[in-house]
């Protein structure tokens, strides 16, 4: 944003930009008076025939909305609009060429210090007429405390970058700064085998890009780019291999276009995302795993990782998760520990993998819900496979079909009469299978649990 001295200044301010800029790159956001000449009536007659003469006020609002959403424009030339009360988290950038006083100037600055979902925390202010001074004294009449981190300079952002590389790298401790996919692995593994230091290097990482961003063209940057670019490195393998997940969501491609040109285009990030596969649970995944990664301890990580994501994340959505998340969150366990057995790791992870993809497809040939198939599993871990639980549950689901609707739960007459039929059920296994009235409530209640989880719109397939 420009904040220009008055209207006057911001069509001449618009004029310049267009001389070195493409014309759709800035726009002018005042307003106008019918008393209005020279280049203020041209510039105000020239942007109505653009947009097909509707009025200016009209105009001013769709270009607010298009800095907000769209590409462009990237640069708003203001004069008094937009200084208070505009919501546009994405405004990173003032340069300030009018004087501002008092209330104006700090709600001036708070316009782009405004937080950007977790990639930006500040703006920044370049100042072309001495606002230092009246900042100082806007200090004298608000409470310092109200606004003592309203502005920072350069130098405490400088020091902040470099303190938060040295906290990323006291996180791997004599790691080599490489590429190579068995160091950014060794890195994965040091910062999963600690659920705090995980989350500590995210927030790092995190906090450092912005102020990458921030810093504009500073040496600062040229200085650390390799340290940045490692850090960057292993941020992008941990979120591919760990979440999932693009290390660039698409919000921080918008705010950070340059950072993203500079760091994810490099050969070894480009390498990273192109070569890691995605993973979902289904036998063509694994395939693919098999073909593309050949390092069993990368494998071993992939794999687990992918459990992790399904089964653990996933556990309270699916009821075949619910049933081997004990199972992974031992596997977990033997990852975290510091002589890691990979072979048996992998061994077992993938056997957890190909019985998640089993279980799976067998739901899907008998077409059953994710109710009825939680009650199908709850039955065969309790008594074993029995070809009759299949029946008995269609029955049992057919007879809770007609009460099931959304809140069905809160409406004590409809939750009775379900607890009714799942109850009734459960006594005719207490008789089938001579169960104690302890194991029968037990069974029960595994069973009420499965209905009140699952038998809702989307707990289909």
Known sequence: MVVAASRKACVLYKEALDNHLPREYSEIIMTSDRRDEGPLASYVREARQEYEWKEFREIVKDKVEKFREEEFPKILIVTDMLLTGFDAPVL????????????????????????????????LILDYVGILKEFQRALEIYSRKDIEHVLWDVNGLRRDFLGLLKDLRSLFGDLAMSYERDTLLKAVEILTSDPQREEDFVTAYRSMRKLFELLGPDVIKLEHFEAFKWFSAIYTYYMKVVNDRPAVE????????????????????????????????????????????????????SILFTLQRFVLVERGKNPIYETLSDRVQKLFELWREKTKDYQRIYSDASNLFQEVVALTDRQKALGFSRMEYGMLLTLEHEFGQNRAFVEDVRSLCAQLAKHLFPSWDIQTTVRKEVERVVRRFARSLKVSYNLTLERMDTIYKKLIEQVKNYDLPGHSL
């Not at 340069?95 to 001036?108: G, I, M, S, T, V």
């Not at 950072?259 to 063509?284: M, N, Q, V, Y």
Request: net charge positive.
């Open 250 to 301: 698409s919000w921080v491609q918008k705010f950070c276009d340059k950072t993203i040109r500079l760091i994810h285009k490099t050969t070894e990030i480009e390498e990273i995302e192109r070569d890691l596969p995605t993973l979902s649970i289904d036998a063509e995944s694994l395939r693919r795993l098999e073909q593309r990664i050949k390092s069993q301890k990368e494998k071993a990580a």
């Open 92 to 123: 990173g950038v003032m340069y300030l060429d009018k004087p501002l006083k008092e209330h104006r100037l700090l709600q001036a600055i708070a316009r782009t210090n405004r937080p950007y979902k977790d990639l930006k925390e500040a703006g």
